[in-house]
């Protein structure tokens, strides 16, 4: 198993790492297979959606801000109830395919880690199925 570590901002946001997926599947010269990635935090969460236009990052956070707003009336009294309730929707690991070592996506998908309590370092965990 590998790691990827990001470190997010702001308390809500959505961040690309895409960029970062690609240069792990070149550098452990993965070819042919499934990358899986596995988030072990309970206040963010793994999407792909589109990444060429930024306001769909920005229409996802505010979308799911507006759904789910912090402060409101839940039991889990550590001010983060939203944070574990988002990520929850959003999921904590994606399967995507490698071939020819390239991130199989469409035209305009990236894949996205969505942050609901931070900022924080966050680590994500990269498993490598070879087919």
């Not at 988002?86 to 991130?103: M, Q, R, T, Y």
Request: aromatic share 10%; glycine share 10%.
């Amino acid at each position: 198993m590998e790691k990827l570590f990001v470190s997010t901002r702001s308390r809500e946001e959505m961040v690309d790492i895409t960029a970062p997926l690609r240069r792990a599947v070149a550098g452990y010269g993965w070819k042919d297979g499934v990358l899986v990635l596995f988030c072990p935090h309970t206040t963010c969460g793994l999407t792909i959606n589109e990444g060429f236009d930024p306001d769909v990052a920005r229409d996802m956070t505010r979308f799911f801000h507006t759904l789910i707003p912090q402060g409101g009336e839940f039991c889990h009294s550590e001010g983060n109830a939203d944070a574990h309730i988002k990520a929850s929707l959003f999921g904590v690991s994606l399967h995507i395919l490698v071939e020819e070592g390239k991130l199989l996506l469409g035209t305009w998908q990236a894949v996205w880690l969505f942050e609901g309590d931070g900022p924080r370092n966050r680590e994500l965990w990269l498993k490598w199925l070879e087919a």
